[in-house]
């Protein structure tokens, strides 16, 4: 559970940074 939170967490950080 931990690793799905942190990936979801860092697909929407990279995507409001990439923008």
């Known amino acids: 559970f931990e690793q799905f939170c ?10 409001h940074f990439n923008q």
């Open 6 to 15: 942190i990936n979801f967490t860092n697909e929407k950080l990279q995507q």
